[in-house]
């Protein structure tokens, strides 16, 4: 008999050693690695994770026995298991829910529930001969016999009351299977099967709705699925596949084989990404080209050559927006592409997996968690943007999907390029210590020039009595680019229409009750809302406070922004895009492709307009309000303003058209707004390299960053300050450089009702940080608090 040891799926460290557990005959030939199983843990029955399947070693003595098998198919192989347990240790978080973050929606939800019985034949049938259960002999006569029974089937055996009693005393379990999917109908067709002339004369006597059908299949060769199910009948369609004669394909996407000529840099940056493919060694390098720079067509070359020779590529981007934009550009040169990312429905996301999974795609493209598609075979990784934030996840697993990237491209000696026109400073610093090649791309492709740069001091904008958001130097640039028809972005990084509800009288901000942030209103929605909770309330007539009238809304967002520019501009097409905006499905697509299209004037956007995205008819960029993200509480703000306003700015002139950016602040002689309008990005990477080495920050230490949440907040700070003592004992027993960090209130005290206090542990020695957050989980389990632990946390409020 075999043996299983299983990863129970409970989101605790101490469940990281594998259980083992008895296999029985009739799950023998169903469990298998990669399988999610029932199995008993204590008094009760847990779901597990199959790590290993050995035999039964007599030594260990009497195992409890797997109770049923969960998985229709494994869900995940040897890679991604050595993968989750990699970051579990490295992110210090559980390995179960490194392996949760791997798998589909749809593969998380139990479908089917099943009746099993939990005693074998022979345990059975001793105690089945007593009184008590003589009447339940036949149906678990019925389990032994066929594994499980559906519930619906087992109801029509016993009565729901007496089902229970069995379950209550441990004889039978009742629970789901994760199987039986609907398939999504996105990106697949009905063709023809094996059908000719005599079955269709058949039809045409006994079923003339499907003789219908098939002629308009054979007529039209492929039909897309969702047209074709509301022209005929479910009946008629199922008919059909199930006689052969109908059969559902994948659509093929028309290759339009265009190729663009290559500058001299992109031949060389593409020479050295090849070689690195053709020796099959893994090997880093950092694509570091300004924007507009054809970055993309060197990412499009190499995939076509890693695909030449029989290899598969990853591809990640940090916005949803260029997984549309880049997919495109992808599948119009290379077969078989899939795409994932979080916008899509489970079914869809669902389908593609399993195509990964398969072995039938050559290139996946999608955001952060793309990094864990079952692709075998990868001969290159692709990161865009590498640079950006939204590659760390910010719950648990906190992983940074540049190092989950690296850490797969270790394991298939795969060659990993890291693109971007303003590169993280860790990145960069790395790359100049050789632990990267570096291939430079300095100039814009076509001849296109970078857009002349303009800062515009707002103070003597005010001086001169101007009191609108865009200055009338700014105005003016936006008359003259509809004047000549041709397309402007203005870009402000934060939603809604005003960040703040304010009482002149008293003082008082209208400030969410279970957050310690201040309320943004909604103008879409005519509410004051909470963008961490989302808790909503009606805009204030009154202050709460002291009951004046004198309420005034302060600060200004994107739907501002985008009323003021309504109302200068009247017979401008404008849209917007931010996170409001492209809730619903498909208005993200709408609005690009209006863009494309140069049916939209003017677009107003957050950092979603901002990244790689490639407008040729965009001329002038404005950036309405570069001070805002200076002053975040964050060593890194500096960096991601410089970055931001970088990125923006290469949104104009990307086409035949000479580019324009106007930079509005109020500090117009800070060296961070200056030199980006410079978009000099070595001299701004030479002065905050300094400060950072000053101040001790990444990359020259690394940070843990343990967070305590509790409903009160004396509690929260009391085990923060506990566990400060703990690592303060650690410094006095050990020779590295330690400094701690607070405790103190996390910039963001009370959010979801609960209050926060933060440590920042910085070291050298990753490895005992890693310890340290790891002992930390393990000792402080408290039900009433709640400890995050974030290593190298990209955000630190």
Same mark, same amino acid.
């Given at each position: ?255 339009? %084989? ?160 890291? %693109? ?26 076509? %001849? ?106 302060? =600060? ?65 960029? =404005? ?31 990307? %086409? ?142």
């Amino acid at each position: 008999m075999d043996c299983a040891d299983v990863l129970i799926n409970l989101p605790l460290i101490q469940f990281d050693t594998a259980y083992t557990y008895l296999v029985p005959d009739n799950l023998a030939e169903k469990i298998s690695f990669g399988k999610r199983v029932l199995v008993p843990l204590g008094s009760r029955n847990v779901e597990g994770y199959v790590v290993k399947i050995h035999n039964y070693p007599p030594e260990i003595g009497e195992l409890k026995r797997v109770v049923k098998v969960l998985d229709v198919y494994p869900v995940f192989n040897e890679e991604l298991l050595d993968l989750a347990q990699w970051i579990a240790e490295r992110y210090v978080c559980p390995v179960s829910l490194a392996l949760n973050a791997m798998i589909p929606q749809n593969l998380r939800k139990k479908r089917s529930q099943c009746v099993t019985s939990l005693i074998s034949r022979q345990e059975g049938e001793k105690l089945l001969a007593q009184q008590e259960y003589s009447a339940d002999f036949k149906f678990f006569e019925l389990l032994w016999e066929n594994g499980q029974l559906s519930l619906k089937k087992a109801i029509t055996c016993l009565d729901k009351e007496r089902l229970q009693v069995l379950k209550d005393k441990g004889l039978v379990c009742i629970s789901g299977v994760y199987a039986g999917y609907r398939p999504s109908k996105a990106g697949y067709a009905y063709a023809v099967g094996d059908f000719n002339e005599e079955n269709l004369k058949v039809l045409q006597a006994r079923a003339p709705k499907q003789a219908e059908a098939m002629q308009l299949i054979l007529k039209a060769k492929e039909i897309d699925r969702s047209s074709f199910d509301r022209l005929f009948s479910g009946t008629s369609i199922n008919a059909l596949l199930r006689k052969g004669y109908l059969k559902i394909v994948r659509q093929k996407i028309a290759l339009d %084989g265009i190729s663009h000529v290559l500058s001299r840099e992109q031949e060389q940056a593409l020479t050295a990404i090849t070689s690195a493919l053709n020796s099959k060694s893994q090997d880093e390098f950092l694509l570091y080209g300004v924007t507009g720079s054809g970055k993309t067509e060197v990412y499009v070359r190499a995939a076509e050559k890693a695909i030449e020779n029989g290899e598969k590529i990853l591809v990640l981007v940090p916005e949803i927006a260029l997984t549309r934009h880049l997919i495109e550009i992808f599948s119009a040169r290379i077969e078989n592409v899939a795409v994932l990312h979080s916008n899509m429905l489970p079914g869809e996301r669902y389908d593609e997996w399993k195509r990964i999974k398969d072995g039938e795609v050559n290139l996946v493209l999608g955001t952060r968690s793309a990094v864990f598609a079952p692709l075998p075979d990868i001969g290159l990784i692709i990161i865009d943007e590498e640079q950006e934030n939204t590659y760390k996840q910010e719950e648990s697993p906190r992983y940074h999907a540049r190092e989950v990237a690296r850490k797969r491209a270790e394991y298939h000696s795969a060659v990993i390029v890291l %693109g971007s026109a303003t590169p993280s400073l860790e990145t960069y610093y790395d790359a100049n210590r050789g632990k990267a090649t570096i291939l430079t791309l300095k100039s814009r492709v076509g %001849g296109a020039r970078l857009p002349a740069v303009m800062v515009e001091d707002m103070k003597d904008a005010f001086k001169k009595g101007h009191r609108g958001i865009l200055s009338p130097f700014l105005k003016g640039k936006i008359q003259d680019n509809l004047d000549r028809k041709e397309q402007t972005i203005l870009f402000i990084n934060r939603r809604g229409y005003s960040p703040m509800t304010l009482c002149r009288e008293c003082g008082i901000i209208s400030a969410c009750p279970n957050c310690s942030v201040g309320l943004t209103y909604h103008r879409d929605v005519n509410k004051n809302v909470c963008h961490y909770c989302n808790y909503q309330a009606e805009l204030p007539t009154v202050c709460s406070k002291c009951g004046s009238s004198a309420i005034q809304l302060i =600060g200004i967002g994107t739907q501002k922004v985008e009323e003021e520019v309504r109302h200068l501009f009247p017979y401008a097409r404008i849209a917007r895009l931010d996170h409001d905006s492209s809730r619903k499905r498909g208005a993200q697509k709408d609005i690009l492709n209006g863009m494309k299209q140069k049916n939209i004037d003017v677009l107003v956007g957050t950092q979603m307009v901002a990244k790689g995205l490639d407008f040729p008819g965009v001329s002038l960029v =404005g950036i309405v309000d570069a001070d805002s993200m200076l002053n975040l509480p964050d060593f890194r703000a500096a960096e991601r303003t410089f970055q931001l306003i970088v990125q923006a700015a290469g949104r104009a002139g990307r %086409g035949d058209l000479h580019g324009e950016v106007v930079i509005q602040t109020y500090d117009p002689d800070n060296p961070v707004i200056q030199m980006a309008s410079q978009q000099d990005y070595d001299g701004f990477y030479a002065e905050e390299i300094k400060l950072r080495l000053i101040l001790n920050y990444p990359p020259f230490t690394c940070i843990l960053r343990i967070v305590t949440a509790a409903d009160l907040d004396q509690n929260a700070f009391e085990l923060s300050n506990t566990i400060s003592q703990y690592v303060n004992d650690i410094i006095d027993a050990k020779e590295e450089e330690i400094v701690i960090m607070g405790p103190a209130p996390c910039p963001i005290h009370k959010l979801r009702n609960r209050f926060r206090y933060q440590l920042m542990v910085k070291c050298s020695n990753i490895l005992l940080l890693q310890s340290i957050g790891r002992y930390v989980i393990e000792k402080f389990n408290y039900k009433d608090i709640k400890i995050d632990v974030d290593v190298n946390p990209a955000m630190t409020w």
